[in-house]
């Protein structure tokens, strides 16, 4: 039986909440799962996470395979990292050290990107499309 690390939708329509179950590769979707690890919830802002690192490990060591999604959320949470570092055969301190120092990067990312502005569009009588800060697109005539 294989196993895969993936996600279950749930929620009301238009608003989803996903749990992060290991489950056989041969069940639906949203049908069967051996066990919820954790939740994530892509409405609010900033999307919530919450995983088991422990049960992810044990999983993980099992020989599950997570899905890209997953895999994509485990790198967020830097559970991917700590894995691998654990891996190399670091010592706790050097592990711990390097956590640090990747959260503290990603923080610096994340006020670096709430800084950025949006970009602006304006559309001009001729039917031109200015973008600040890219070059202009002509728009097709609409049907008249």
């Known amino acids: 039986m294989s196993v895969k690390l993936r996600l279950r939708r749930m929620g009301k329509k238009k ?3 996903y ?3 290991a489950a056989d590769a041969r ?3 949203d049908g069967k799962f051996l066990e919820a690890i954790g939740h994530y919830n892509p409405l609010v802002n900033p999307h919530t996470i919450e995983i088991n690192e422990e049960r992810v490990n044990y999983w993980l060591n099992s020989g599950a395979q997570p899905t890209a999604t997953v895999k994509s959320l485990l790198n967020q949470t830097g559970i991917l ?3 691998d570092l654990v891996k190399r055969g670091l010592t706790e301190d050097k592990v ?7 959260a503290d990067t990603k923080a610096a990312s994340l006020k670096k990107k709430s800084k950025q502005k949006p970009k602006e569009t304006k559309v001009s009588e001729e039917g031109t499309t ?4 890219a070059a202009s697109v002509e728009e ?5």
Do not use: D, N, Y
């Open 140 to 144: 097709s005539p609409a049907a008249e």
């Open 15 to 17: 608003q989803p909440i």
């Open 96 to 102: 711990q050290a390097e956590m640090t120092k990747w």
């Open 19 to 21: 749990k992060v179950v």
């Open 27 to 29: 069940s639906p979707r």
């Open 130 to 133: 200015e973008v600040k800060g």
């Open 81 to 83: 990292l700590k894995r």
